[in-house]
């Protein structure tokens, strides 16, 4: 195999591998300053991750506001859950976010690892072991 096949090869595979892992590599937490309450109603998370006044935290999936408390579901046991949790026991709200830093990271880190793959197969199949 040429080194050019070998790179048009390895570059697909690198794409394929960071769109798969781009769903979840390239987000992050991020503690929102708003209130529960504006939180819901301004962004309509899918999830949030919910820290109690007791410092414990759970993530509620399809979180919705019903009067004073926070409702959503949780995955227990392979299902899910109902879960209400009182606003006043509420200490932080935080959302997923896109992360730039960790989307450039991954690239990089596919990239790098893409070429090096192409050089030790190409050092590999020469015969000379690339010391030339």
């Known amino acids: 195999m040429s080194i050019v096949t ?5 570059t697909r595979t690198s794409f394929l591998l960071a769109t798969i892992l781009s769903g979840t590599a390239c987000q992050t937490w991020r503690i929102e300053s708003l209130t529960p ?4 109603a301004t962004h309509h998370p899918a999830q949030v ?3 109690r006044t007791d410092g414990s935290r759970i993530v509620v999936n399809q979180p919705v506001l019903r009067v004073d408390s926070l409702s959503g579901a949780i995955p227990r046991h392979g299902k899910k859950e ?19 830093g960790k989307t450039l990271g991954l690239g990089v880190g596919l990239v790098a690892g893409g070429l ?6 190409a050092c590999g199949t020469t015969g000379s072991g690339c010391n030339n």
Request: aromatic letters at 6%.
């Open 37 to 40: 309450e504006a939180v819901l």
């Open 82 to 100: 109902d879960i209400r949790i009182p606003l006043a026991d509420i200490q932080q709200v935080a959302t997923r976010r896109f992360s730039a």
């Open 116 to 121: 090096m793959a192409v050089y030790l197969s």
């Open 49 to 51: 991750r919910v820290t």
């Open 6 to 10: 070998q790179l048009i090869s390895t």
